[in-house]
C-alpha cells in the first residue's frame, strides 16, 4: 500500500505551504512532479537533501519524481535569499557538475524502476536555442512587472538593487515548469519555503499561456535549534563528496546534532517509521548521554551517502580519538581520515631521512619536537605509562622511532596522557 505523500511530509516537518486541490490529486492519480537543483558545485551538501528528502517520499508514495539540474539558471543566478548574485557558470563546468549531482542523487532516487523511475533533466537542454526575442515574446508578455514586483524575492533586493538577469530569475523558473508541464505532463514543483514565489509563477504562466493547471508544495527551511544555519560548520558546507567532506566528518555532523535537533533531524533525514522513531526518542529520554538518535540518525545517513564500511570505519576513528581505538585500527584508517581525525590537533615536521635513521623517543619528544619541554618530563611521564606512539604504550626508554612506525608512511601520533594528541609528520 503506498504511502499518502502529504500526510507523510506532515508528520515528518516537511511541509510549509500546499496549492489548494495538490493532495487531491496525489490522491486520485500517479503524479509527476519535480524539484530544482543549484548546478554551481560538483556536489551537493546536506542543505539539499530536505529537497531529496522530499523526491524519495515523493517516489515512495507511488509518483514520479523528476530533479531537474539548472544547467541555464545556473547561468543566471536565484534572487531568493542571496544578498548577491551568483558566479555565472560556463558550459562545461555546469556538465561536469550535473554528472556528479547525478550520481549523488542516485544513491537515494531509483531511476529504473518502470514507471515512476526517477528522471534527471537539465533545462539548459531547453534554454540553450530560445532566442531573447523569443522568450520575451512567448514568456514576458504573459506576466506583468507588477506582478514580479510584488515577490518577496524581489521585493526584498530592491533597495539595494538588482540586476536584470536576476530580475528575469523568476520568468525563466517560470518557464521551466510551463515546458514540463507541456512536454512531460509535470504537474507539481516542489522547493523550498523560500521558492514558493518562483513555483507559483510558473503554475500562474501554465494557466496563462497553457490555459492548464499545475500545483505547489514547499518545505520549510530547516534551521538549528539555537538559530545557526543548517549544513554548515565552522570549516563551511558540509558535503555529500568525501573529497569535499570526508565519511568521518560526514558522520560527527551528525553524531553531534544537539538532542533538539536530532529529533528534527531524524524525521527529515531518514527512512524510520513514525512508530521506530517514537520508539527510538523513549530510549533516548531514559539514558540521553548515550545519545541513541544522534547514532541512528548517523548511521543511517552516513551508510546512504556513503557505505556501510565508511560507516564503521567513522566509529573505529572517532573511538580513536576518544581513547578508545587501538594501534591496529589506528592503521587502518586512510589518510583522509586519519586527518580528518586529527584536524586542529598540534602538528610538527621532521625530516624523513632523520626518521629512517632511527630517532630515540626522547629525542623525538622533548627535542624535535616541544610535545615536552624537557627530556626529564618526558623521561617521567614515560615511566609512568603516560606516551603512547600510534595508540601504542611506550615502555621503553629506549625505544627509536623509524620508517616502520608511519602511519600511511607519513604520520607519527603522539598521546600525551588521555587527551592531548600530537600529529608528526615526515617530509
Not at 73 to 88: C, F, H, I, Q
Not at 366 to 376: L, Q
Amino acid at each position: 500500500m503506498k504511502k499518502n505523500f502529504v500526510e507523510e511530509l506532515k508528520w515528518r516537518g516537511m511541509l510549509h505551504d500546499i496549492m489548494p486541490g495538490t493532495e487531491e490529486l496525489l490522491n486520485k492519480e500517479m503524479v509527476i512532479g519535480y524539484i530544482g537543483f543549484d548546478p554551481t558545485s560538483d556536489s551537493l551538501g546536506v542543505g539539499n537533501m530536505v529537497q531529496i528528502m522530499t523526491l524519495l517520499h515523493f517516489q515512495k508514495a507511488g509518483h514520479k519524481p523528476i530533479a531537474l539540474v539548472g544547467g541555464a539558471t545556473g547561468m543566471v543566478g536565484d534572487p531568493s535569499g542571496k544578498s548577491a548574485e551568483r558566479n555565472l557558470l560556463d558550459e562545461k563546468t555546469l556538465q561536469h557538475n550535473l554528472d556528479c549531482q547525478r550520481k549523488q542523487l542516485e544513491k537515494f532516487l531509483d531511476f529504473n524502476c518502470g514507471a515512476n523511475s526517477a528522471e534527471l533533466v537539465n533545462n539548459y537542454d531547453w534554454f540553450k536555442g530560445f532566442s531573447f526575442l523569443e522568450f520575451i515574446r512567448e514568456v514576458g508578455k504573459h506576466i506583468s512587472v507588477n506582478y514580479m514586483l510584488a515577490k518577496d524575492s524581489v521585493k526584498n533586493r530592491l533597495e539595494n538593487g538588482m540586476s536584470f538577469t536576476e530580475f528575469s530569475y523568476q520568468l525563466v523558473q517560470g518557464y521551466d515548469f510551463y515546458y514540463l508541464w507541456k512536454n512531460k505532463g509535470i504537474k507539481l514543483q516542489m522547493g523550498g519555503s523560500d521558492q514558493w514565489g518562483n513555483i507559483v509563477t510558473g503554475t500562474e504562466l501554465i494557466r496563462r499561456k497553457g490555459s492548464g493547471e499545475a500545483y505547489a508544495i514547499t518545505t520549510p527551511l530547516i534551521k538549528k535549534a539555537d538559530g545557526t544555519k543548517f549544513g554548515k560548520t565552522e570549516s563551511g558546507n558540509v558535503w555529500l563528496d568525501r573529497s569535499k567532506t570526508s565519511a568521518y566528518k560526514f558522520y560527527q555532523f551528525w553524531l553531534n546534532a544537539s538532542d533538539d535537533d536530532a529529533k528534527t533531524f531524524i524525521r527529515i533525514f531518514t527512512l524510520f517509521t513514525k512508530d521506530e522513531i517514537e520508539k527510538l526518542e523513549s530510549e533516548h529520554a531514559l539514558a540521553p548521554h548515550l545519545r541513541a538518535l544522534q547514532k541512528e540518525l548517523a548511521k543511517e545517513i552516513t551508510i546512504r551517502v556513503h557505505s556501510e564500511a565508511d560507516y564503521f570505519a567513522a566509529i573505529e576513528a572517532s573511538e580513536i580519538l576518544f581513547g578508545k581505538g587501538t594501534a591496529e585500527s589506528l592503521q587502518k584508517l586512510t589518510e583522509e581520515d586519519f586527518l580528518s581525525v586529527f584536524e586542529g590537533v598540534e602538528q610538527f615536521n621532521i625530516s624523513r631521512s632523520e626518521i629512517n635513521k632511527g630517532i630515540p623517543i626522547l629525542d623525538l619528544v622533548a627535542e624535535r619536537t616541544s610535545v615536552f619541554p624537557s627530556k626529564s618530563e618526558a623521561k617521567k611521564m614515560i615511566q609512568g605509562g603516560g606516551v603512547a606512539i600510534n595508540k601504542s604504550k611506550v615502555e621503553n626508554l629506549e625505544f627509536n622511532i623509524t620508517a616502520e612506525s608511519l602511519i600511511n608512511g607519513n604520520y607519527i601520533l603522539v598521546q600525551k596522557g588521555k587527551k592531548n594528541y600530537y600529529v608528526i609528520k615526515a617530509v
